[in-house]
């Protein structure tokens, strides 16, 4: 069974930066690509950022690319969320997300329950 934990969200102002935290219970964790996803209320999921299992490629949505990265230690199981300059548009519950694949594109089958961003103006 995979489980995927995310923390460090929280309430930051605008312009702030946090960090966010996947870890994963994932015996083949170095073999999957990892990803985050992000839903605000009454809005469609948005894929935000995602790695491949070896980081030789990445995605970062056009929405964030200035001001996300992400990142994995496949030796911690843990995939990272780094947002800086937070955006009030910014606030929404951040999902991380795994899939049974190498390669970042394609469909994510394993989720977290998310963590709440709240960005103030």
């Known amino acids: 069974q995979v489980q995927l934990v995310e923390s460090g969200g929280g309430l930051v102002q605008a312009g702030g930066s946090l960090r966010l935290s996947c870890v994963a219970s994932r015996r083949t964790f170095s073999r999957n690509a990892m990803g985050w996803f992000r839903q605000s209320p009454g809005k469609e999921r948005e894929f935000v950022a995602a790695i491949s299992a070896e980081s030789d490629s990445t995605y970062v949505a056009a929405s964030v690319k200035e001001r996300f990265a992400i990142s994995r230690d496949n030796g911690k199981a843990t995939v990272w969320l780094q947002m800086n300059r937070l955006k009030p548009e910014g606030t929404a519950v951040y999902y991380c997300?795994?899939?049974?694949?190498?390669?970042?594109?394609?469909?994510?089958?394993?989720w977290g329950q998310g963590t709440q961003v709240t960005v103030s103006a």
């Open positions: 997300a795994t899939r049974d694949g190498n390669t970042w594109r394609g469909l994510f089958e394993y």
